[in-house]
Structure formats: structure tokens, C-alpha cells
């Protein structure tokens, strides 16, 4: 069963690039099967889509995030990562890797990840 | 602001049913069959319960069902136990291509 761990800063200065990086196990970043998946979840508040990438390079981002964010694969380490430019305190916030409960379907996420919590102060 | 709506609390009895309700658009929630409704306790993860409005994955108590009318999109908890006091969130696939969360309901088993 593929299992999912986020790793990364937990501060991160305003204006600058948040980078968090999704390590796999259990599975492979190039199976055609998955969707690669950031949600995010700012404190007391409820949840927010932020985009994936599939094996191929192919991406899907939240409108909303799509100027700042980045998701990118490294196979040969067999993760995927996030980036977003430009912080603010508004991206303070748990950030969750996942990937698709089922196959095709990328909107069901099956978060196996702990969730990692990033702040943004200087 | 979220793109589906959803009441902040919701609470009942042990053994009670309950119903969370989750308000869209044609663009979402009454586009598509594509609601989901997630559990997320204190700490932890969000996990999946209703796919596909109506479906539980493998593991799910029956006690939670799905239902959709128009743009409104329901969960409901039947026999309410202790352990289902815990953050609900619907979400819908998008006629953008994307994901809507609602802003989640707070379960409370009094």
C-alpha cells in the first residue's frame, strides 16, 4: 500500500518560496495509475484543493493558487513537491500530500500523508 | 470563503440521526455525480466516506449515506455513536477541471 510523508521548512519568511517535498513509499511516482496530489488546511479552518501532477509532467492547479504554485516529480527519488512563490501569512497553514482513492478519479483523495504544518512569519 | 456551502455545527443525540447539509451550483454539486463527503477527527487526516454521492469505500459504516437534489448535496449520520463526533467536509469535482471543499461542519454527539 502506498504510504505518503511530507517533509520540508516549518517557517518560512513573508515573500519568500515555500518548498515541500512528498516522499513515496509502497508504490512508484511513474505508475500511470495515480494522481500526486497538495491539499491544505490553514489553522481552524477548512480545507483547500491546491493542484497534482500525474508521471507524465501533466499538472492541474487550483485557479486560485495557480500564479504562485508549482508541483513537480523526481523519479529518481521517487517524490513529488510543492512550491509556492511569494507567501504570505495566508499560506500558513497544514499541508497534506495524497494521492487518488481510485484510479482515473483524481478529485477523491486518499490523504496518506501526516500533514506537515508551515508557518509564514518573519 | 469556500465554494460549497455547509452549516458550521450540526449536534445530536447518541442514536440520533443527523444531516449535514452542502450547498453548490450547477457548476459543481449539481453539475456532476461527483460529491465526496470526508471525516477529519482532531489532528489527524481528512478521510474519505461517500464517493460518487451515494458510494462508501470498502471499510465505511453503513451508518453514513450520501444523497444529492439540485445543488444541494447531503450526508447523513444514522445512530449517531461517540466516535463520529469529528469535522465533516463535502467536496465536488468542478466544471473547471477542479476540486471545491466546503467549509465543514463540526459534528457534536451530545
Known amino acids: 500500500q502506498v504510504q505518503l510523508q511530507e517533509s520540508g521548512p516549518g517557517l518560512v519568511k513573508p515573500s519568500e518560496t515555500l518548498s515541500l517535498t512528498c516522499t513515496v513509499s509502497?508504490?512508484?511516482?511513474?505508475?500511470?495509475?495515480?494522481?500526486w496530489s497538495w491539499i491544505r488546511q490553514p489553522p481552524g479552518k477548512g480545507l483547500e484543493w491546491i493542484g497534482y501532477?500525474?508521471?507524465?509532467?501533466?499538472?492541474n492547479y487550483n485557479p486560485s493558487l495557480k500564479s504562485r504554485v508549482t508541483i513537480s516529480v523526481d523519479t529518481s527519488r521517487n517524490q513529488f513537491s510543492l512550491k509556492v512563490n511569494s507567501v504570505t501569512a495566508a499560506d500558513t497553514a497544514v499541508y497534506y500530500c495524497?494521492?487518488?482513492?481510485?484510479?482515473?478519479?483524481?478529485?477523491?483523495?486518499?490523504?496518506r500523508g501526516k500533514g506537515t504544518t508551515v508557518t509564514v512569519s518573519s | 470563503q469556500s465554494a460549497l456551502t455547509q452549516p458550521a455545527s450540526v449536534s445530536g443525540s447518541p442514536g440520533q440521526s443527523i444531516t449535514i447539509s452542502c450547498t453548490g451550483t450547477?457548476?459543481?454539486?449539481?453539475?456532476?455525480?461527483?460529491v465526496s463527503w470526508y471525516q477529519q477527527h482532531p489532528g489527524k487526516a481528512p478521510k474519505l466516506i461517500i464517493y460518487?454521492?451515494?458510494n462508501r469505500p470498502s471499510g465505511v459504516s453503513n451508518r453514513f449515506s450520501g444523497s444529492k437534489s439540485g445543488n444541494t448535496a447531503s450526508l447523513t449520520i444514522s445512530g449517531l455513536q461517540a466516535e463520529d463526533e469529528a469535522d465533516y467536509y463535502c467536496?465536488?469535482?468542478?466544471?473547471?477541471?477542479?476540486?471545491?471543499f466546503g467549509g465543514g461542519t463540526k459534528v457534536t454527539v451530545l
Open positions: 467536496s465536488s469535482y468542478t466544471g473547471s477541471n477542479t476540486v471545491a
Open positions: 450547477s457548476s459543481d454539486v449539481g453539475g456532476y455525480n461527483y
Open positions: 460518487d454521492v451515494i
Open positions: 509502497g508504490g512508484s511516482v511513474n505508475s500511470g495509475s495515480y494522481y
Open positions: 501532477i500525474q508521471y507524465s509532467g501533466s499538472t
Open positions: 495524497a494521492t487518488n482513492k481510485y484510479t482515473y478519479y483524481y478529485y477523491y483523495l486518499d490523504v
